[in-house]
């Protein structure tokens, strides 16, 4: 079936610095999500992007995250600077339509120490 | 505002044993509802999803249907097989392009 790919699968950084993670959602999608998981806790929703812009974002979308896709290349996700509690399970996700199928990638998971 | 809550946080059972899996919803609305399987060191995968009131969706042997009265969207599977061993997220989206998940059931299937 259709592949998110996200890049790197796991990334150790010192907190304070930039970090910036990498999605390459399914090549005919016009939707673009990031999760966050941290373990052994749900599922919860951060932001979504479409057209080029930002629709929704949670109150876990602090002012040092942002997200861009630019000319139709990775779908990425930059914190900076990190903090320890940024630790987790990133997932990218992507959909053809809002509310419909959603693929997810395997998750990119990011320690700060 | 939106929330979803699956009741069990673990279930185990032996192979052909019949699954019930909990989920119900709080929304505004008529929300979509959703059912995603995860398997260790993978994102979520789509299982199925129903709009409205009474209907069903089914795929690899789960069901559930949506009840609005009850608020509800149990997943069901009439004999679990080893493989089927995944955490399972009731989730729903009701307008704009979010899913919002529920904490989860892992299912452990013993042979």
């Known amino acids: 079936g259709p592949k998110v790919l996200q890049i790197p699968s796991h990334q150790i950084i010192d907190m304070g610095q930039m970090v910036t993670l990498n999605c390459d959602p399914v090549?005919?999608?016009?939707?673009f999500y990031w999760y966050k998981q941290i373990l052994g806790q749900q599922m919860e929703f951060l932001v979504n992007?479409?057209?080029?812009?930002?629709?929704?974002k949670s109150k876990l979308f602090k002012d040092q995250f942002s997200v861009e896709r630019p000319d139709g290349s990775y779908f990425t996700l930059k914190i900076q600077p990190t903090a320890l509690e940024d630790s987790a399970v990133y997932f990218c996700?992507?959909?053809?339509?809002?509310?419909?199928?959603?693929?997810f990638g395997k998750g990119t998971r990011l320690t700060v120490v | 505002g939106d929330s979803v809550t699956q009741t069990e946080g673990q279930v185990a059972l032996s192979e052909e044993d019949f699954l019930t899996i909990h989920c119900n919803y709080s929304?505004?609305?008529?929300?979509?509802l959703f059912w995603y399987v995860q398997y260790p060191g993978e994102g979520p995968q789509f299982l199925f999803r129903?709009?409205?009131?009474?209907e069903k969706g089914s795929s690899r042997g789960f069901e559930a249907t949506y009840d609005k009265g009850t608020t509800s969207f149990h997943l069901r599977k009439a004999s679990v097989q080893e493989s089927d061993s995944a955490v399972y997220y009731c989730?729903?989206?009701?307008?704009?392009?979010?899913?919002?998940f529920g904490g989860g059931t892992r299912l452990t299937v013993r042979p």
């Open positions: 996700a992507s959909s053809l339509q809002g509310a419909t199928e959603v693929f």
């Open positions: 090549s005919n999608h016009l939707y």
């Open positions: 992007f479409y057209n080029g812009k930002v629709m929704e």
């Open positions: 929304a505004s609305g008529y929300p979509a």
């Open positions: 129903a709009s409205r009131d009474k």
């Open positions: 989730a729903l989206n009701n307008a704009g392009a979010k899913l919002t």
